[in-house]
């Protein structure tokens, strides 16, 4: 049995896909107080990815990359745990908290646009080091080819092209969105509605997958429905708490949530 996890939610309801249930697009749904079920139609259209801690396991490099930059701005370093803590929310949030962490204090502009500065060329050198796909997403990708896909990051655009051709992944997406590609970033819906219109696709027919917070809540306000990635870089309580609508523990539970072959 794949168990895709369900929020929970004030009426208790539970999500569960059947194994060889003959209709791969629909879910089993129980109500825990009374035992009854009933069936939902999952159909979705378009599939629209975060990126670091739901296609890629960056944290490594994302680690190197910070510590680089506040050693070489003589601030020390921070633990792999806090730096992570810090990821999802795009490059400038990064590093603005990170230096709160060493300095104890508010960071002035000037240290912000220096460190950013710096960041931006150790990561540039580092950002393939070690990040690599996580498991079962090259086959779920292949698997799921014919559904329209698209990638909806807070990682700057150039770093997340560079990624996903190095990978050999950036060939099933029509679209990639970076942090900085429009004027808005997640959580606002503005990413995912345009990810959407470039998969012709409309908002409501779309599921978007993510491993933070920020990822369900910009879902959430773009009419989609959310799936977390446990094994990413939060895990299932942040996931939970933020309502996601199914939680996956292995990334190829996607061809199961979806009807992939």
Not at 94 to 122: D, T
Not at 226 to 242: D, N, S, V
């Amino acid at each position: 049995m794949c168990v895709l996890h369900k929020r929970r939610c004030t009426t208790n309801i539970l999500l569960v896909a059947l194994k060889n249930f003959s209709q791969p697009n629909f879910l089993i749904q129980r109500r825990a107080a009374c035992g009854s079920y009933f069936l939902i139609y999952m159909n979705f259209r378009a599939l629209l990815f975060d990126l670091d801690g739901t296609l890629i396991d960056s944290r490594a490099d994302l680690v190197t990359s910070v510590n680089l930059m506040l050693d070489e701005l003589s601030y020390g370093t921070l633990s792999a745990t806090q730096i992570i803590s810090f990821v999802g929310e795009g490059i400038r949030l990064l590093i603005e908290r990170s230096l709160r962490a060493c300095l104890q204090h508010e960071p002035q502009e000037a240290q912000i646009l220096q460190a950013l500065e710096v960041y931006a060329g150790k990561y540039r050198e580092h950002l393939l080091d070690q990040t690599r796909l996580y498991p079962e997403v090259a086959e779920t990708l292949q698997a799921l080819s014919h559904l329209p896909k698209a990638v909806v990051t807070n990682k700057p655009h150039e770093f997340t092209l560079t990624i996903l051709d190095a990978l050999d992944v950036q060939p099933h997406f029509v679209a990639v969105i970076g942090g900085d590609s429009l004027p808005e970033r997640k959580p606002s819906p503005a990413p995912l509605l345009e990810a959407a219109r470039l998969c012709e696709v409309a908002p409501e027919d779309c599921l978007m997958i993510g491993d933070t917070r920020i990822d369900m809540l910009s879902g959430q306000a773009a009419g989609m429905k959310t799936c977390g990635y446990i094994a990413g870089f939060r895990g299932k309580e942040e996931l939970e708490a933020a309502r996601a609508d199914f939680l996956i523990e292995r990334f190829g539970e996607l061809r199961e949530l979806v009807g992939g072959a």
